[in-house]
């Protein structure tokens, strides 16, 4: 019975690779923070090792992704990043929004809740290992962008507008 369980078990193993799972690779560049922001060489050499495989258009994917059932996990926890903040398509959002996104980056960054300590696992991705000097340099650029949006803009354009619910 043990030995019918495993050859089982080995089988899906295999057919499972065969399933196919769209990688987070189009690099689509048309509406990037960079479009609209400055980045400084410090802030994007920290988004590039610790943020952008999972917050933009283009991951770095590393040998094990094409291992099932690691290549579905990998791909759900890119389009659950890029559903959170995709730096790739930040500038299509309203003004409102990309001020609301910035101030969540500091609050994920101040909270260490941002990289997933998932992602750091086991030594992978050291870069994404932020010391107290990158984590400040981040939250101080998306403080720095938040000042440049509130210099620029009226005030009532940087609110989200809260949604009332339909009248009964």
């Not at 309203?94 to 909270?111: C, D, G, R, S, Y």
């Not at 403080?143 to 009532?156: E, F, G, I, V, W």
Request: net charge negative; charged share 25%.
């Amino acid at each position: 019975m043990f030995k019918k369980i495993t050859i089982a078990f080995l089988a899906l193993l295999v057919l499972i690779q065969f399933i196919p799972v769209e990688k987070n690779d189009s690099n689509d560049m048309e509406f990037d923070i960079s479009k609209s922001y400055q980045i400084g060489d410090n802030v994007a050499t920290i988004l590039k090792g610790a943020c952008n495989d999972c917050h933009t258009n283009l991951t770095r994917y590393p040998w094990y992704s094409n291992i099932q059932p690691v290549k579905y996990f990998l791909a759900d926890h890119v389009n659950d990043g890029k559903r959170h903040l995709n730096f790739s398509e930040f500038t299509n959002l309203p003004l409102a929004v990309q001020n609301h996104k910035f101030e969540e980056v500091i609050e994920m960054v101040e909270e260490k809740e941002m990289p997933l300590e998932s992602y750091t696992y086991f030594g992978l991705h050291p870069e994404a290992n932020l010391s107290e000097e990158e984590r400040q340099a981040l939250i101080n650029w998306a403080k720095d962008q938040m000042a440049y949006l509130a210099a620029t803009y009226p005030a009532d354009s940087l609110v989200r507008k809260r949604r009332t619910p339909p009248s009964q």
